[in-house]
């Protein structure tokens, strides 16, 4: 069963360092999107991304953050100068059509920022 | 301001009982609400999913039980098991946008 993939599962970074978390989502899928969920708390909402533009954002992801589509395949969030409150964990999802189907989540990527 | 509320916050159940978790919202514009589950570590995985033209939806021991006139929905696990224990995520969309979750309920099954 065809599955969203994320790399790495854990990244350790000093604050004020640039991350890229990557993605991989299911291949016939069209739309994209970017979660992250602090330690136990709920999943938020951050990106979206069809048509290789961000469709809409939360206020979470301010200038610091950005998003790419560099090839067919993968899904990049960049995140420019992190913060010690930007540790959590980041899941992407992919959904093939907005209006029909769920989205489909990957195992996420823990972000910690020391 | 939380879009999709959920309780309880936490949930014991013995083996073989009835595990049942609440969720509100409070945008009409909402037309697909999901559960989904996830275990320690993992990403959220789908559980079942409702649209709000039926009231009531069944796949195996769960069930998704739809209220649009007091826009509430609820999760019945029926027969819970230990497998079952993880934390169950309600959440909302209205077509082609973001999905809001609740806040999470940590169920667990006591053997």
């Known amino acids: 069963e065809p599955e969203v993939t994320q790399t790495p599962s854990h990244q350790v970074t000093q604050m004020g360092q640039e991350v890229i978390l990557r993605c991989v989502p299911i291949s016939n899928h069209l739309y994209f999107y970017w979660y992250r969920q602090i330690l136990g708390q709920k999943v938020e909402f951050l990106v979206s991304f069809y048509n290789n533009e961000i469709s809409e954002k939360s206020e979470i992801f301010d200038d610091q953050f950005s998003v790419e589509r560099p090839d067919g395949s993968n899904f990049t969030l960049k995140i420019r100068s992190t913060k010690l409150e930007d540790s959590a964990m980041y899941f992407c999802?992919?959904?093939?059509?907005?209006?029909?189907?769920?989205?489909?989540f990957g195992p996420g990527t823990r972000l910690t920022v020391l | 301001q939380q879009q999709v509320k959920q309780s309880p916050q936490s949930l014991i159940v013995q083996k073989g009982g009835i595990s049942i978790i609440n969720c509100a919202y409070e945008?009409?514009?909402?037309?697909?609400f999901p559960w989904y589950q996830q275990f320690p570590g993992k990403g959220p995985a789908l559980l079942i999913a409702?649209?709000?033209?039926?009231s009531e939806k069944k796949e195996g021991r769960f069930t998704i039980s739809f209220n649009k006139s007091a826009k509430q929905f609820s999760l019945h696990i029926m027969d819970s098991q230990p497998g079952d224990s993880a934390t169950y995520f309600c959440?909302?969309?209205?077509?082609?946008?973001?999905?809001?979750f609740g806040t999470g309920t940590s169920l667990t099954v006591i053997p």
């Open positions: 945008n009409t514009a909402f037309d697909y």
């Open positions: 959440a909302a969309s209205a077509t082609g946008n973001q999905f809001y």
């Open positions: 999802a992919s959904q093939r059509q907005a209006s029909t189907d769920t989205q489909y």
């Open positions: 409702i649209r709000p033209d039926v």
